[in-house]
């Protein structure tokens, strides 16, 4: 493994668990039934996979995946996402979802992913499901930021990427750190529809991110 495989391979087990944001996401899946399979796109171990049982086809990609087939499930392929002629070859055919999860910051070409997964794969009218940090967050309280970090995100950055590739916005959710019941519940209760805008102080209310339901158009 080069150095950076490395880091991510000592760092990742310290998000594989089923935190408030991959429930909502596993939630807004299940509640599809067009959805039979999906792509999982920062996949880690495959968390989501275990949220969504084995009843949907499931690929992961991940710079911890695995870097050649095998049995075991979930499976999860090697991608290092910042090559984007390797993250393109794997896109092989369509999925009915797509998730961007949690992996937006650490890229450096962020929009060049989001538009191979938008426009290669995922199917027509298929979901399509991006997170972002929501960085005034980090920036007014005293939380440190991921040292792996190189993007800074406001939802106007993610909204524009979503219009540019043809994905239709349907739901905004603000979201809080932790799988604590009650921030799925605060989410759903404050989720923007359509193309409604949060207001610019939700920071203040300790949201640190955001999750983007949209389809393909």
């Known amino acids: 493994m080069n150095q ?43 968390t989501l996979a275990h949220l969504l049982g084995r009843g949907v086809r499931y690929l992961g990609l991940d710079i911890t995946g695995r870097k050649e087939p095998v049995d075991a499930w979930p499976p999860i392929r090697f991608c290092d996402f910042d090559d984007a002629e390797s993250f393109s070859s794997l896109l092989d055919q369509p999925f009915d979802a797509v998730v961007i999860s949690g992996v937006l910051e650490y890229l450096q070409d962020w929009r060049g992913i989001l538009r191979l997964a938008a426009t290669k794969a995922v199917k027509p009218n298929g979901l399509f499901l991006v997170s ?43 979201m809080w750190a932790g799988g604590y019941p009650w921030t799925a519940s605060l989410s759903r ?3 923007g529809r359509g193309n409604s805008v949060h207001p610019r102080w939700m920071h203040w209310l300790g949201v640190n991110q955001f999750l983007f339901v949209c389809h393909r158009n």
């Open 189 to 191: 209760a404050l989720a």
């Open 132 to 174: 972002a940090i929501y960085d005034p967050f980090y920036a007014t309280f005293p939380m440190k930021r991921h040292p792996a970090w190189i993007n800074r995100f406001v939802p106007a950055d993610i909204r524009a990427a979503l219009a540019e590739n043809n994905l239709r916005l349907d739901a905004t959710y603000p």
């Open 4 to 46: 950076k495989e490395t880091y991510w391979h000592d760092e990742a087990p310290k998000y594989h668990w089923a935190h408030s944001r991959l429930k909502l996401i596993a939630e807004t899946i299940r509640g599809d039934a067009s959805v039979t399979s999906v792509l999982d796109v920062g996949a880690g171990s495959g």
